[in-house]
């Protein structure tokens, strides 16, 4: 793995910078893709941000977000491509391409089990956000965080740690969060933009995705049923049923919280989370998907009621294996 | 008013000493409470932490909050007694009275307008939290901030500032965030057993809320109800319907929430919230309550749909002022 201060120095002396989020942006990638293409910017450096996804309309407030490219950037070689919040060639989209296309390429990421991508590498699986690591990295190029570059690293951060909620949040990220405060931004605007903008459906679905829960004997498994009757009473839109699963995961003793979501007659799309100590990509696993330990999924073909029993018994042994049913 | 400093010096030369939040307790006054009566009984002081209301359950893990008093204390005549999070005598329940019977009174607060309800007054509507000024006293008491203190100011804190979401948050707030996580706490398990252990009733009745849901024209004022027979249906208990208000605010272009929950037949109390600039404490000052800019409250008794029918009127008054609708 390359430090930092390496990563700085090649930085410094490059001059054509490409840098990249993943597909399904989300305000981590695209705050720290943003942060860091302000701070060569300032350098005086040549830089193309990029998004391989389309960016949800909730990050327009986002500075520079009006500037990134997702479909094809003016030049066609780079003398560095950075990569943010993701180590898979195939979830770069259009982008994947200029893996060959830059003299060197730089992979900061945060997730477990990383992919050496670049030639340069910085993976942090503690830190809370890639936001926290591109923080640093400002600051070993020596860059001054203006107000646009703290809300973009503050948008990184807030969004990745559920505003410094989750697990891997430290007493160090919280202080970071006071040095972006410091800078000048508007903190509880920004919250609110990302936080408190939802779509009236997105609400009215909550209700009707709520109405739809069911709980295991125990009650340590919740799951909830959003079909296509559902979306097209409340004209739901892509992107409504984000955060749905998590109300189920909220509910007092619940472990693993599954959505069954419809996304064409017969099909669903199936998110599984867990609260504590269930490792849910081993739950994914056994219906042909993946993820991480607390965040998984899997799309499967067939009649609901039979896919339920099947998965919730799954569920009830995953939870048993750690002890919580 | 007093100085922090005049008041650490009072509590320094006191013996016995009555800590109070407020009826229908919520996590700042609990955690005031509590971390404040921790810091002087380190001090050798006789010490009785004290709760007007019922202690909603989610509470249950607070150091000490099993010792807390919620009914009559050991002694009748206390050298001070402290008011935290509260200025009004009406909301300090049975122990109003310990008032007159105490030598000094002490009151600390951050809401707006405070009543001088002591002989020694802190008040500062800046901090985000009471918890945020018990810090500092307790640093003026030269009490060190062990892991019990610290997971009772942080639960203060991130309680009323919505996880430092909300607009008093400032770079001083993170900042003791980070101090308290160095002391020790296990922050991400006290923001899971505060708001992830919601209890099944409270989820469900936030699902029958949703759908109770009603819009302005403008799309400007959002309202829900809960009435005696939802909160039947569900069994739900008090505090169940903590949050359901913030639910209708994070609505896109709802600028002021409101939420009509009964009480008893024919009385409701209402609680408002606003997302940018109307002021909702004159709103409900004009019904016989009061609050903050953005969070405020009354009680009314009449029928609910003349009641409402005023309440939204008014409201929409407020967002007119501010230019919302």
Partial sequence: MSSLEEIAMLLDNSGSILLSGHVF???DCLGSVAALGLALKKKGKEVVMASPGL????????????????????????????VLDCSESDRLGNFGRYLNQSANVICIDHHLEPNEL?????????????????????????????????????????????NF??????AATLRKGAILMEAGIDASGINTLLFEEN?????????????????????SVAWMV????????????????DGLINVARTIKGVEISILFREIAPGTYKISFRSKHKADVSLLAAKFGGGGHARASG??????????????IKEALLEVAKVGKE
């Fill in 298 to 311: 899997c799309t499967v073909i067939g009649e609901l009621e039979e896919m339920e029993a099947k998965i």
């Fill in 226 to 241: 959003v079909d296509l009757s559902m979306l097209a009473r409340y004209s739901a839109q892509d992107g409504d049923t």
């Fill in 199 to 219: 779509p009236l459906s997105a609400v009215l679905l909550m209700g009707a995705a709520i109405n739809s829960i069911k709980i295991s004997p125990g009650g």
């Fill in 165 to 170: 909620r989750y697990e891997k949040t430290t």
């Fill in 118 to 162: 670049g030639n340069l590498n910085y993976f942090d699986s503690d830190a809370a956000a890639t936001g926290e690591i591109v923080f640093d990295l400002i600051g070993l190029l020596d860059v001054s965080i203006d107000p646009e570059i703290a809300a973009c690293l503050y948008t990184a951060i807030v969004t990745d740690t559920g």
């Fill in 55 to 82: 960016i949800p309309g909730n990050f327009s407030f986002l500075p520079v977000i009006g500037d990134f490219c997702t479909e094809k950037p003016a030049r066609e070689f780079f003398d560095v491509m950075i």
């Fill in 25 to 27: 942006p989300d305000g």
